[in-house]
């Protein structure tokens, strides 16, 4: 994808504590179950890439390819799920743990005492005006569990996709490819906020680069572009 090309909405640049980014979305084709991660990042962000740049990486392509989507049909939620899904509050920006689909899985990945133990403190404190508290207990696996909206590329409109594993060495590996000159991070960024799930920054880069991707530059909807390359200018 063309520098001078911005997904719909957004800017190519921002400046983040004085110094000005680019922000440069690579589109590629859909990823698909069974694709190999390092080939298709060398295939769409290889030659695109300079000494000193960053390389993000959404979590969704790196779950993707580590076999870790699962289409609506593969899921059968127990009762509890469809009963905690109902009081889960929905967003502008995704299902999140708002169906019993998505709920189940976060059954299964974060272990059921966990999810009680989120959702009943969670209640309490949704009394006082508290919000989050639920994610802050149910923790990253929970929050990185992606569900299907309307906006989401087929065929991701019906399937749940979680969160990657060891996404740091996932971080580290690519780097290693890209000839070790560029960052890498793996991140979960959406239209409220974001996280990085693992990188090769250290703390203080990490928290730059949310910063940075503060305005999703890669979008929430059908514009498939799961890279993007930051760079300053």
């Not at 589109?27 to 390092?38: A, I, S």
């Not at 960052?183 to 239209?191: E, F, G, R």
């Not at 514009?223 to 760079?231: A, D, V, W």
Request: charged fraction near 25%.
């Amino acid at each position: 994808m063309s520098a001078d090309v911005p997904n719909d909405g957004k800017a190519l640049t921002v400046t983040v504590e004085g110094t000005t980014f680019a922000r440069i979305p690579i589109r590629t084709r859909v990823v698909m179950p069974g694709d190999d991660l390092e080939a298709v990042i060398s295939e769409y962000a290889g030659g695109e890439l300079t000494p000193g740049d960053l390389l993000f990486v959404t979590e969704k392509i790196v779950a993707i390819t580590q076999g870790r989507s699962y289409t609506l049909d593969e899921i059968e939620p127990r009762r509890l799920a469809r009963f905690l899904s109902k009081y889960v509050t929905k967003t502008s920006y995704g299902i999140g743990l708002g169906m019993p689909e998505t709920m189940e899985m976060a059954l299964r990945e974060c272990g059921t005492p966990r999810i009680l133990f989120a959702a009943a403190v969670s209640a309490v404190t949704k009394l006082f005006g508290r919000r989050g508290d639920f994610y802050r207990i149910a923790g990253d696996k929970a929050r990185a569990i992606d569900g299907p909206t309307n906006g989401t590329i087929p065929p991701y409109d019906r399937a749940v996709v979680l969160g990657p594993t060891r996404p740091a060495d996932v971080a580290a590996r690519l780097k290693a490819l890209l000839g070790g000159q560029v960052q890498v991070a793996v991140v979960d960024i959406n239209d409220i906020g974001g996280n990085i799930l693992g990188s090769t920054l250290d703390r203080a880069g990490e928290r730059q680069l949310v910063r940075i991707l503060a305005d999703n530059p890669l979008g929430q909807g059908r514009e498939s572009t799961p890279l993007g390359i930051i760079r300053a200018v």
